[in-house]
C-alpha cells in the first residue's frame, strides 16, 4: 500500500517524503475489502475541529479528522463506549479510529482501554496544537492533525514519537509541497480540501483520485468494511453521511448493526450501482468520497467531482 500512495504522490511531484502513505483518500482505499468489519471510527465529542457539519467539511480524508458535529442527543455513556470497543473486538475488527474528542482525557482513557484488552490497531487523533497535552501510550497510535505549512512541518518533527500526521493541504498549497521533504519519522496522510463547486477545482482531479484496488468491482474502495458511531450514538455507514442512520449503538450492539441490510449496501456500492458512473471505462481506478458527492449535490449518487464529466 505504501509503495501505491508514494508512487501517487510522485505523479504530483511531491517528494515530501516516501512515508506518504495516502493522498486525497483514506489510508485503506487501496487495500483489497472482503466484506467483513474492517474498521470502527468512534467519535468521543462534538469535536473541535475546524470545519463543522454546518458550514461543510471539504476535507478528502475529513471520515479521520477532528471535524466539529452537532450532537442531536445526550453522549453514550463511558460504558457503553467501552461495550462498543469490546463488541467490535469480539467481531473481528482490526481498526479503531477514535476522533472528535472534546477532552484530552476522555481520549487518553478510551484509548488506553482499547490498547489494553488488545484490540489490533489503535488510532487517535489529536490537533497539532493539543499535542504537548497528550502523553504517548503503548499499543495507541496517535496522529496528529494540521493545516499545511513549513512552520507546522517543523512542528510535527519535533514530535517524532507520533505515528503520523494528517496534514490539511489546499489544492492551491500542492506547489508549495514540491520538493518538500521532511525527517518526520511517521505515516503522513494528505487530506485535500475539495471546493464547495467542481468550477473552482484547483488541481488535477483525475490523479488525485486514482487508486489500484483488486476489489472496487465488489465492494466500495473506501466505505467497504467501514463502521462509524457518533459520540451520540447514531451508526452510519461513514461520519460524514450524518443523515444515512443505519442503526442505533444505544440499543444495538455491533453485531445486531453488522446484520443490517443498509450497511451492507453502502460496503457495496460499487460504480456499476452509480449512475453513469457504471458505464465509464475508468470506474474501477477512480475512487470517489460519496460525502463528499453527497454534500455537494444533496445526492447519495451525485457526481460534483467526476474526472470524467466534469
Known sequence: ????????????????????????????????????????ILQLGSGKGRFSEV???????????????????????????????????????????????????YLLSIAAYAAEIEVPEVYAVVLLDDVDEIRPIDGVRFIAELEYSPENVQRLEARDWLHGALVMVKGSDLDGLRGLKTTFPGEIYLDVLYPGSARKLDFNVIEMRRILNPTTERYHDCLAGTLAITADGYALPCPLLRNNIVADAKETSIKGILRKKRLKEFWRMTKDRIGTCSNCPFRYICHDCRALEYQATGEIDGLEYCPVFL
Not at 5 to 32: C, E, H, M
Not at 63 to 75: A, K, M
Not at 79 to 95: W, Y
Open 55 to 105: 458550514t461543510g467539511i471539504p476535507r478528502s480524508i475529513g471520515c479521520i479528522g477532528n471535524n466539529s458535529f452537532i450532537l442531536r442527543r445526550e453522549p453514550l455513556s463511558v460504558e457503553r463506549v467501552r461495550e462498543l470497543i469490546k463488541e467490535f473486538k469480539l467481531a473481528g475488527g482490526r481498526e479503531l479510529w477514535l476522533t472528535n474528542y472534546d477532552s484530552h482525557d
Open 1 to 40: 500500500m505504501e509503495k501505491v500512495a508514494y508512487d501517487t504522490a510522485q505523479a504530483f511531484g511531491i517528494a515530501l517524503s516516501p512515508n506518504v502513505v495516502s493522498v486525497a483518500k483514506p489510508p485503506w482505499s487501496d487495500r483489497p475489502h472482503s466484506g467483513r468489519l474492517e474498521r470502527l
